[in-house]
Structure formats: C-alpha cells, structure tokens
C-alpha cells in the first residue's frame, strides 16, 4: 500500500533538522501525549476492574447469593426447607445462620461487632475464611470458641487462646430492669480476608453457641443460598417460595449490594470519558505539528510533485509521519499500562515507603490491597481507540499538504 520511497520521506520528516527542531519538540510531545492517555486508561479501567471482582469475591464470599427470611423475626424448621432448596438446579450449598449484632471487649478495650452462627462444617466450607485463616487453627473451633477478623482482634488486644466477652444489645429482663447479656469466648483463630469492614468487625461462632446466646432454640436468622452462577441467582430465588406454605422473603445479591456495583460502574464510566480527553488534546497535538510540517515544507512538496510524485504520494507521506507518531504512542502506552498494572501493588508500596504517606487507606476503600485485573477486551478497545483518533489528526494535514500548488509554493520562496 505504501512504497519504499513514500515511507523514506515520511521518516526523513520526523527526523527534523536544526530549524525544524520546535516542530519535532511539539511532535513528540503529541507521542508522549498519547502514551500517557493510553496507558492511564487501562491502568485506571484496570483498577475498577479489580475493584469490582474483589468486591463480588470477597462479599460473595461471605454472604452468598440468595439471602431466605422468613416474614416473622426467625426462621424454624429450617432444615427441611434447606433439602428442598438445595434440590433446586443450579444450587451449590444452603447454610443456615444467625446474625446479630454486639460489643466486643477485652482487655478493657470495646469494639462492635457482628456475629456470624455457622455450623462448623459451613464455615470450613467456605473457603475465602478457611484458606485465609492467619493465626490458630478451626480445629479447636467448637461451641465454647470464637473467630474473628486480624483488624479486629488487633483493636481489642487479644490472641489465641485469650477470652473475649461478647455484650448482646438484647438483654436479659429480671425485676430490677433489662441487664445485658454477656459471656465470655475464647478465641480459637483469626482472619484476614482482605476487605476491611470484615477483617474488623465480623465474629463467627457455632450455629449451636449462636442459638444459646441469642436465645433462639431451634430456629435461625436466615438461610444462605449459594448458586453455580451467579448471575442468576434472581431467576433461581423465584422458585424458592412455592417450596413451603410459609411466607418468605428472599434478597438476592445484586440488590443487597447494588450501591456498591452502581457506583463502581459510574465511575468507570466517567473516568473513561474524562481520560479520553487525553488521547484527544494529544491528537490535536499532532494536528498543529502537522500543519506546521506542512506549511515549513512547502517547497520540497512542490519539488517532489514537478519531479512527478502525484497528490496521493504526497497525501501518503504526509499521513505516514503522523501515524507514525500515533502509532508508537499507542502502543507505548500499551506497554507501559499493561506493565504498570501488573506492579502496581509494587510500585504503591515503593511510593508509601518513599513519602511516608499512605496511599491506600483500607477504612476508606474497603481492600488492604489496590486490586487490577486486566479486561483484554477493554484494553483492545483503548489501543484502537487511540490509533483510530491518531490516523484521523493526520488526514487534514495530509490532506492540505497534497493540495499544495507547486508554481504558487515555488514563486514564493
């Protein structure tokens, strides 16, 4: 498409001389320009990624995808309704369990708390808590024994092996008026599962110690239901309620956690429109270093077209010197956000450690650690985004360069 000579030209006037030499800074600064547009467009669409899977894993993880209520405060008779669930296709596991909420104290420290009551075997199940245990073990994890969050545990001073007293808002009613009920644990592992509203604010504890404590014998709070796919989890909790004449609530995921999702996807909307800003000022850019090639190199167009060179020749050199410049752009930042992301845990600490400032802070954003996950399809998209806009800066220059007029360019000079 391109002959040997058109691509000599067109590399010749990237290479300027000593005269051209602002033409060639404003050149290169159009190069940088889109490297840096694209690479903060993956590294930034990178990161909301990883925002968003390691929220789905980590509270997915921990609640599943169908939450079952019953219409009165507890839920009875639970484990009947629990096999006819787990019947249902495309369901993987049915837990029941006891939510409530407490203060947490030891070592005259306080902190609230959630519990959690699983059944033992539930809970080694689950693997994002038992693949993620720090300190102590879940065999010693029994009716007597509690497991906590590493934050949360730091906050009360405690280890393994230490008491901690759980202090329920729902009292014990005596003659003398409504006393707390408090009873003491002992702390049979720690947790650390990377999102910081668990790893300092959840307890579990037995599905049995849970009915004692907060006096529900024979009933639960709810049941957990978690699904192969998740995605369709809403179709599968329709089919729930025809299961039993109880009347029954049921949340799936997406509506429990909608906030979370909604937000992350405006804002990936939103920094993708705003960073596209970049690659477009950087492709204007190239539109002034163009023109300005263009109108300094006037007479040499209009030697090559009396020496025969056609419009379209000189329309193709032209627009070879500018896509160059896209080109190579593009996928320097290709290169350079595909390599940033795939460090930038690495490079976040470097620059904590270099400023003494915390970059990362996991009370605000939920994550101990920045997450990114590279979409392929995404990155494709902002490499051809950037080539396109980048071919589309040079047609007008190019363009304007062919109709030069070679009597009229050489009169003048």
């Given at each position: 498409?391109?002959?040997?000579?058109?691509?000599?030209?067109?590399?010749?006037?990237?290479?300027?001389?000593?005269?051209?030499?602002?033409?060639?800074?404003?050149?290169?600064?159009?190069?940088?320009?889109?490297?840096?547009?694209?690479?903060?467009?993956?590294?930034?669409?990178?990161?909301?990624?990883?925002?968003?899977?390691e929220l789905m894993t980590r509270i997915l993880g921990i609640n599943g995808h169908l939450s079952i209520y019953a219409q009165s405060e507890n839920m009875t008779d639970f484990d009947n309704l629990a096999k006819k669930i787990s019947g249902l296709?495309?369901?993987?596991?049915?837990?029941?369990?006891?939510?409530?909420?407490?203060?947490?104290?030891?070592?005259?420290?306080?902190?609230?708390?959630?519990?959690?009551?699983?059944?033992?075997?539930?809970?080694?199940?689950?693997?994002?808590?038992?693949?993620?245990?720090?300190?102590?073990?879940?065999?010693?994890?029994?009716?007597?024994?509690?497991?906590?969050?590493?934050?949360?545990?730091?906050?009360?001073?405690?280890?393994?092996?230490?008491?901690?007293?759980?202090?329920?808002?729902?009292?014990?009613?005596?003659?003398?008026?409504?006393?707390?009920?408090?009873?003491?644990?002992?702390?049979?592992?720690?947790?650390?599962?990377?999102?910081?509203?668990?790893?300092?604010?959840?307890?579990?504890?037995?599905?049995?110690?849970?009915?004692?404590?907060?006096?529900?014998?024979?009933?639960?709070?709810?049941?957990?239901?978690?699904?192969?796919?998740?995605?369709?989890?809403?179709?599968?909790?329709?089919?729930?309620?025809?299961?039993?004449?109880?009347?029954?609530?049921?949340?799936?995921?997406?509506?429990?956690?909608?906030?979370?999702?909604?937000?992350?996807?405006?804002?990936?909307?939103?920094?993708?429109?705003?960073?596209?800003?970049?690659?477009?000022?950087?492709?204007?850019?190239?539109?002034?270093?163009?023109?300005?090639?263009?109108?300094?190199?006037?007479?040499?167009?209009?030697?090559?077209?009396?020496?025969?060179?056609?419009?379209?020749?000189?329309?193709?050199?032209?627009?070879?010197?500018?896509?160059?410049?896209?080109?190579?752009?593009?996928?320097?930042?290709?290169?350079?956000?595909?390599?940033?992301?795939?460090?930038?845990?690495?490079?976040?600490?470097?620059?904590?450690?270099?400023?003494?400032?915390?970059?990362?802070?996991?009370?605000?954003?939920?994550?101990?650690?920045?997450?990114?996950?590279?979409?392929?399809?995404?990155?494709?998209?902002?490499?051809?985004?950037?080539?396109?806009?980048?071919?589309?800066?040079?047609?007008?220059?190019?363009?304007?360069?062919?109709?030069?007029?070679?009597?009229?360019?050489?009169?003048?000079?």
């Amino acid at each position: 498409m391109f002959s040997v000579f058109e691509w000599m030209m067109a590399m010749r006037y990237l290479r300027a001389r000593r005269q051209e030499g602002f033409i060639s800074v404003i050149a290169w600064f159009s190069l940088l320009g889109i490297a840096l547009g694209v690479a903060t467009l993956i590294i930034v669409m990178s990161v909301m990624n990883g925002f968003r899977e390691e929220l789905m894993t980590r509270i997915l993880g921990i609640n599943g995808h169908l939450s079952i209520y019953a219409q009165s405060e507890n839920m009875t008779d639970f484990d009947n309704l629990a096999k006819k669930i787990s019947g249902l296709e495309g369901v993987v596991d049915v837990s029941p369990i006891i939510n409530g909420q407490v203060m947490a104290t030891a070592k005259k420290r306080a902190s609230g708390a959630v519990i959690r009551g699983f059944r033992k075997e539930d809970l080694v199940a689950r693997s994002i808590v038992a693949e993620n245990i720090q300190d102590g073990t879940l065999d010693h994890f029994d009716d007597n024994s509690v497991i906590m969050g590493t934050r949360l545990a730091r906050k009360l001073g405690v280890g393994i092996g230490h008491d901690v007293t759980l202090i329920s808002p729902k009292g014990n009613i005596t003659a003398f008026g409504v006393i707390p009920r408090m009873r003491k644990y002992k702390l049979a592992a720690t947790f650390e599962i990377g999102m910081y509203e668990y790893d300092s604010g959840f307890i579990f504890m037995t599905l049995q110690a849970a009915q004692v404590y907060f006096k529900m014998p024979k009933a639960v709070s709810n049941l957990e239901v978690s699904v192969v796919h998740p995605d369709k989890a809403l179709a599968i909790g329709k089919n729930i309620p025809p299961l039993t004449d109880r009347p029954l609530r049921v949340h799936d995921w997406q509506r429990a956690n909608a906030s979370f999702f909604n937000a992350i996807q405006v804002e990936r909307n939103v920094m993708f429109l705003i960073l596209t800003l970049i690659i477009v000022v950087a492709a204007f850019n190239i539109v002034s270093s163009m023109i300005m090639l263009v109108k300094d190199k006037g007479k040499d167009i209009a030697i090559l077209r009396t020496m025969g060179a056609s419009r379209a020749t000189i329309m193709r050199i032209f627009f070879l010197s500018g896509a160059s410049v896209g080109i190579i752009g593009t996928f320097g930042g290709f290169a350079m956000g595909i390599a940033f992301t795939h460090n930038i845990e690495n490079i976040r600490q470097w620059i904590q450690s270099l400023t003494g400032t915390e970059l990362f802070a996991a009370e605000i954003y939920f994550l101990s650690q920045l997450p990114a996950v590279v979409d392929p399809a995404e990155v494709i998209a902002v490499v051809l985004m950037g080539l396109g806009l980048s071919f589309l800066a040079t047609l007008y220059p190019s363009w304007r360069a062919a109709r030069i007029d070679p009597a009229k360019a050489l009169r003048y000079e």
